[in-house]
């Protein structure tokens, strides 16, 4: 079947660390562009977080809120993005939601073709 399958979440104090991964299995062609989002609360709005576009020299995408702390990275023969996140804040609680097939712009919802069940990062001292 295919899929996205999320990875990597957990709880963690402010200012730790945490790398989420995504695979996209058992699509039969290359995913260029991937990205994630998340939503702090169910009924609150999804946010972009990041996104990456793998074709020739990858291009890189963030939102303010998360510029300088997390990284997006890909690993194309693995199939798998993943996301670094870093000096992690309380407002970073929430579902966390890998997306791939874009069509529009990189941070809108409505963009994004395919989403993963999300996997759940909790920031609490």
């Known amino acids: 079947a295919q899929r996205l399958l999320e990875s990597g979440g957990g709880s963690v104090q402010p200012g730790g660390s945490l790398i989420l991964s995504c695979i996209a299995s058992?699509?039969?062609?290359?995913?260029?562009?991937m990205g994630w989002f998340r939503r702090q609360a169910a009924g609150k709005e999804y946010e972009a977080v990041a996104?990456?576009?793998?074709?020739?020299?990858?291009?890189?995408f963030y939102s303010d809120s998360v510029k300088g702390r997390f990284t997006i990275s890909h690993d194309s023969a693995k199939s798998t993005v993943y996301l670094q996140m870093s000096s992690l804040k309380p407002e970073d609680t929430g579902m966390y939601y890998c997306?791939?097939?874009?069509?529009?712009?990189?941070?809108?919802?409505?963009?994004?073709?395919?989403w993963g069940q999300g996997t759940q990062v909790t920031v609490s001292s």
């Open positions: 997306t791939s097939d874009l069509a529009g712009q990189w941070y809108e919802f409505g963009s994004w073709g395919d």
């Open positions: 996104a990456i576009n793998t074709m020739g020299g990858a291009s890189y």
């Open positions: 058992g699509y039969g062609y290359k995913k260029n562009f």
